[in-house]
């Protein structure tokens, strides 16, 4: 898939193949609950007309490549082509109503098997990540699913709820239903993650803090499903990515009076914990100089 093949595919179709559904439409707009922070009133709005999108909440907007760089959090345009190929193998070629419930997709999926952890391609994306197959295997699982006629497969994160969050090398996903998962170690502490891969790589550095409860969102956007099981404890360590939908995350917390930590700037030029162990710095974006006049 090159890039204007990509960009014939419908945003909408892609949003829904990776769980994100529209709370609304309005004439040929879709609005969404921002998929980059947590929200109660749409901000996210796809235009079916033009097949753009628009973050009002951050002033973002563009194609569907911009969107998949910005969700899967990478400039590299090939490996957001490899993602959006794998999230729709098999693109509409025609004009069909949006399922706007969640049990929609979830009937679509069928042949499910959950198994030990052993595929290869899943082996090395561990291995790349710096996490211990052994310890994955403690939380994870193998998962094989047809959706809509096509083979997936990955690691499978278990929720709170019976689903999986769903990792491999080329696309991130959920096996609905979404929900968080919590680990209630019975501690005054709680550790707070947005994705189970930064929950793996504390584990990774500092194995005894799978003896603290801790809370994996699964999707920032769950924010407020933690919020009773976060009360409960009298500290909150939060693990949050080094963004801007993260930081909103926290400010929320600040603002329920809850005992939050920010960890995130002990690991600040990071975009996450996973980056942070394999000493992955965000790059800077290098602002354009005007050159000096030069004097005679």
């Given at each position: 898939?090159?890039?204007?093949?990509?960009?014939?595919?419908?945003?909408?179709?892609?949003?829904?193949?990776?769980?994100?559904?529209p709370?609304?439409?309005?004439?040929n707009?879709l609005?969404?609950k921002?998929?980059?922070?947590?929200?109660?009133?749409?901000?996210?709005?796809?235009?079916?007309?033009?097949?753009?999108?628009?973050?009002?909440g951050?002033?973002?907007?563009?194609?569907?490549?911009?969107l998949?760089?910005?969700?899967?959090?990478?400039?590299?345009?090939?490996?957001v082509?490899?993602?959006?190929?794998?999230?729709?193998?098999n693109?509409?070629?025609?004009?069909?109503?949006?399922?706007?419930?969640?049990?929609?997709?979830?009937?679509?999926?069928?042949?499910?098997?959950?198994?030990?952890?052993?595929h290869?391609?899943?082996?090395?994306?561990?291995?790349?990540?710096?996490?211990a197959?052994?310890?994955?295997?403690?939380?994870?699982?193998?998962?094989?699913?047809?959706?809509?006629?096509?083979?997936?497969f990955?690691?499978?994160?278990?929720?709170?709820?019976?689903?999986?969050?769903?990792?491999?090398?080329?696309?991130?996903?959920?096996?609905?239903?979404?929900e968080?998962?919590?680990?209630?170690?019975?501690t005054?502490?709680?550790?707070?993650?947005?994705?189970?891969?930064?929950?793996?790589?504390l584990?990774?550095?500092?194995?005894?803090?799978?003896?603290?409860?801790?809370?994996?969102l699964?999707?920032?956007?769950?924010?407020?499903?933690?919020?009773?099981?976060?009360?409960?404890h009298e500290?909150?360590?939060a693990?949050?990515?080094?963004?801007?939908?993260?930081?909103q995350?926290?400010?929320?917390?600040?603002?329920?009076?809850?005992?939050?930590?920010d960890?995130?700037?002990?690991?600040?030029?990071?975009?996450?914990?996973?980056?942070?162990?394999?000493?992955?710095?965000m790059?800077?974006?290098?602002t354009?100089?005007?050159?000096k006049r030069?004097?005679?």
């Amino acid at each position: 898939m090159n890039s204007e093949q990509a960009k014939q595919i419908k945003i909408e179709e892609y949003l829904g193949r990776i769980g994100i559904y529209p709370t609304k439409q309005n004439g040929n707009n879709l609005w969404y609950k921002s998929p980059f922070r947590d929200e109660k009133e749409p901000s996210f709005k796809v235009n079916l007309g033009i097949n753009q999108w628009h973050d009002f909440g951050s002033g973002d907007k563009g194609s569907i490549i911009d969107l998949a760089m910005k969700l899967h959090q990478t400039d590299s345009v090939s490996e957001v082509l490899r993602a959006i190929e794998q999230a729709v193998p098999n693109p509409q070629t025609h004009q069909s109503s949006f399922p706007f419930r969640r049990q929609e997709i979830s009937d679509e999926i069928s042949n499910i098997e959950i198994k030990p952890l052993t595929h290869p391609a899943l082996i090395q994306l561990l291995t790349k990540r710096k996490i211990a197959v052994e310890l994955a295997r403690q939380y994870c699982k193998e998962v094989h699913y047809t959706l809509k006629g096509k083979s997936y497969f990955g690691i499978a994160f278990p929720n709170d709820m019976g689903g999986f969050e769903t990792l491999n090398p080329y696309f991130k996903g959920c096996l609905p239903p979404k929900e968080i998962t919590t680990f209630d170690k019975k501690t005054p502490i709680v550790h707070l993650f947005e994705g189970f891969m930064d929950y793996l790589s504390l584990l990774t550095m500092q194995a005894r803090q799978a003896d603290v409860s801790a809370v994996v969102l699964n999707s920032i956007t769950n924010l407020e499903k933690a919020v009773p099981f976060l009360s409960k404890h009298e500290k909150i360590n939060a693990f949050l990515d080094n963004d801007e939908a993260e930081k909103q995350a926290l400010k929320k917390l600040q603002k329920l009076n809850l005992p939050v930590a920010d960890i995130s700037k002990r690991y600040a030029g990071f975009k996450d914990v996973n980056d942070y162990l394999c000493g992955k710095k965000m790059e800077i974006p290098q602002t354009k100089q005007k050159p000096k006049r030069l004097k005679f």
